[in-house]
Structures are given as C-alpha cells and as structure tokens.
C-alpha cells in the first residue's frame, strides 16, 4: 500500500460522523501518487455528481477532486476560471499525467477535436441524426414550411427554425 501524502491541516475538511477528516482527500492522493503515466486512476469510492465528477470537501467547500489533485500536481491555475483538463476525457481521473490547467475555451476545443463533446447528434437528447438536419436544412431551402416540418420530424417549430437557419446543430454541414 502506497504511503499517505501528508495534507496541510487547514485543507481536511470537517470531520462527519462516518468518516475522519481527511480520509477522502488522503484517499484521493494516494490514487494520484500512485498513478502510471498510461492508464487512469479512477476515483471510484466517491459517488461522482450528476455531470460525471467526484467530489472532495475541504473547509466545508466542494471541489472537483480532479481540480485538488491538478493543483497539488501542477500548483494553483494561473487564470481565474481555468479548468483542470483531461487529456483521457474521463471524469472521474485523478492521475496527475492526464491533467493540466487550460482555459475553458481550450478544454471545449479538446472536447471538440477528440469527438467527446455532445454537440448535435451526438448530444443524448438530440432528437435528429444528422441526415435527418441535412434533410430539414433542404426542404427548408426548397420552401417548405417551418411548420410542416416541425410535424414531419415531430419537432417544435422553433426547433426546425434554428435548425434552418444553422444555430442547432452548428457542426453538421448542409
């Protein structure tokens, strides 16, 4: 077993019935001490939240234990708002090699140029495929009304509007 890495008091959080302070957060840095440069390091004894990410308390406050472990790694992000991105696209990582501090618009574009982002048809509650917005996009052109198309994709009007005109479904080309 790997040795605890010592964690600054003033970083452990409050102590709860069932667990002692600090036993999440030293948990978490022995997954990341211990982690190979090749293969993730799963955080998989904390529940992640509903967008996919495990949590650590540290002074009452929640933080992205991916951010904890990136700024123990990496020391503190330069720019506010930065974001610690996965190069593995796994949420619940914390190996230091697969973090690094970026900027929003750089985190999206990874997201982008590695085919994980959720944009169109890629998005789980897309309603189209994407044959079917390249269709849309034609039959508009052709003067089909927005309502008939509404019905015949079984989409609201406003929908098959912003459709047409380009503003869903931004990544797929008519």
């Given at each position: 077993?790997?040795?605890?890495?010592?964690?600054?008091?003033?970083?452990?959080?409050?102590?709860?019935?069932?667990?002692?302070?600090?036993?999440?957060?030293?948990?978490?840095?022995?997954?990341?001490?211990?982690?190979?440069?090749?293969?993730?390091?799963?955080?998989?004894?904390?529940?992640?939240?509903?967008s996919g990410y495990a949590y650590v308390t540290i002074d009452g406050r929640r933080v992205g234990a991916h951010r904890f472990v990136c700024a123990v790694a990496h020391g503190d992000p330069v720019a506010p708002r930065t974001d610690a991105a996965h190069s593995c696209r796994n949420r619940t990582c914390v190996n230091p090699h697969h973090l690094r501090w970026a900027t929003r618009s750089e985190n999206l574009s990874d997201r982008t140029a590695d085919g994980t982002d959720h944009r169109g048809s890629r998005n789980p509650q897309a309603k189209l495929c994407n044959d079917e917005v390249r269709q849309l996009r034609r039959l508009r052109t052709s003067g089909v009304l927005l309502k008939d198309l509404a019905g015949q994709f079984g989409i609201a009007e406003s929908t098959a509007c912003r459709i047409a005109q380009g503003a869903f479904y931004s990544d797929v080309a008519s």
């Open positions: 077993m790997s040795t605890p890495i010592p964690i600054p008091d003033s970083m452990l959080g409050k102590p709860t019935p069932e667990r002692r302070p600090g036993d999440s957060l030293q948990r978490v840095l022995a997954l990341a001490a211990s982690s190979k440069p090749g293969e993730c390091s799963v955080v998989d004894f904390i529940r992640p939240n509903n």
